[in-house]
């Protein structure tokens, strides 16, 4: 599975900020999807994941209430809707793929490039 990540960018603290994860070369609808990020000098640590069928959503803490995750299988991608976004949430983000909708990077074989959102104060 290839993964193409766009939307990042800058936006003031309480701003939103959108991205998007195209995914090809397999059968979209099987594979679980997640997103991450990695603050410099940080670890990378989990945002949101989507099963396969969209039914069902996980987030962490620190962004439930403000990120939204959603996927469109019949466009093979996923995104992550990013509200009230605070300056805690400038960090690369990525999206991955996987066989289970985790929250552990190590169970994510496939992964995009990373988009980078900044937010400031």
């Known amino acids: 599975v290839q993964l193409q990540v766009s939307g990042g960018g800058s936006v003031q603290a309480g701003g939103s900020l959108r991205l998007s994860c195209a995914a090809s070369g397999r059968t979209f609808s099987d594979v679980h999807m997640g997103w991450f990020r990695q603050a410099p000098g940080k670890k990378r640590e989990f945002a949101a994941s989507i099963n396969a069928s969209g039914t069902s959503t996980y987030y962490a803490s620190s962004v439930k209430g403000r990120f939204t995750i959603s996927r469109d299988n019949a466009k093979s991608a996923v995104y992550l809707q990013m509200n009230s976004l605070k300056p805690v949430d400038t960090a690369v983000y990525y999206c991955?793929?996987?066989?289970?909708?985790?929250?552990?990077?190590?169970?994510?074989?496939?992964w995009g490039q990373g988009t980078l959102v900044t937010v400031s104060s």
């Open positions: 991955a793929a996987g066989s289970r909708a985790s929250g552990k990077p190590g169970e994510y074989v496939y």
